[in-house]
């Protein structure tokens, strides 16, 4: 549930599709990065309301990174065999 531009109460129902649904999307990353990236918003939205805030981020957690798993090798594709020296 939002207002738009218009001062419109807009509902989300259940079942319902809308196109007029009031949306927020959240960059997080340092001010010249957004302001590089603005351009790229600019010409994808046709009215709306952009903002620039100063974030404090409190904590960032991140699932562990999962062990990457290799395929064995066969014997033919391991390369030379290590050659015993007398």
């Known amino acids: 549930m939002g207002f738009g531009k ?15 649904l009031p949306i927020v999307v959240e960059l997080v990353d340092s ?3 957004i302001e590089a990236f603005l351009p790229v918003i600019d010409v994808m ?3 709306g ?5 100063r974030a404090e981020v ?11 798993s290799f395929p064995q090798q066969s014997p033919r594709c ?3 065999s290590p050659t015993k020296l007398p």
């Open 31 to 33: 001010r010249e990065k």
């Open 45 to 47: 939205i046709d009215s």
């Open 49 to 53: 309301l952009a903002t620039l805030e």
């Open 78 to 80: 391991a390369g030379p």
């Open 58 to 68: 409190i904590f960032l957690k991140q699932d562990p990174p999962t062990p990457r």
């Open 6 to 20: 218009s001062s419109r109460l807009h509902a989300a129902k259940r079942f319902k599709i809308s196109a007029d």
